[in-house]
C-alpha cells in the first residue's frame, strides 16, 4: 500500500519546500530589520563651547532632537529636548490688483 516516491509523497515534499523556503525568507528579513535599523533613533553629536562637544538623537519618525546632559558626577545624565526655532514664514503680502492696459488710441468722446 506505502508506495515510496509516489505522487503524493512528491506533492507533501514541494508544499513542506515552499513553507521551508517562506520560513527562511521572513526570518532573514526579520534579522535584517533587527540589524540595520535597531532603534528610531539616529545619533549625532554637537560641538559646544571651547571644544567639547554632546550627545545628541534624533528621532527618525517625529524629528524630535534631544541632547544628553551629563551629571555633575561624571556619569549618567538625562535627555533633554531641544526647542525648535521658531521658523514662522510669513504669509506674502496680498499683490494690489492689475490695471487694464492703456491704449495708444483714443476713446471716443461720447457725453460732451
Known sequence: MGTKGGPMSKIIDEFTRKHW???????FILLCFWYIWPTPYRY???TLDRGRSSLV??????GKTEVL????YGYG???IPIRE???????PEAAAPA????SSAKAPEVFR
Not at 490695471?99 to 492703456?102: F, G, I
Open 99 to 102: 490695471q487694464a492696459p492703456m
Open 77 to 79: 545624565g538625562e535627555w
Open 21 to 27: 523556503l517562506k520560513l527562511i525568507i521572513f526570518i
Open 44 to 46: 549625532d553629536h554637537i
Open 85 to 91: 526655532p521658531n521658523l514662522a514664514i510669513p504669509a
Open 57 to 62: 538623537r534624533i528621532n527618525r519618525f517625529t
Open 69 to 72: 546632559v551629563l551629571s555633575h
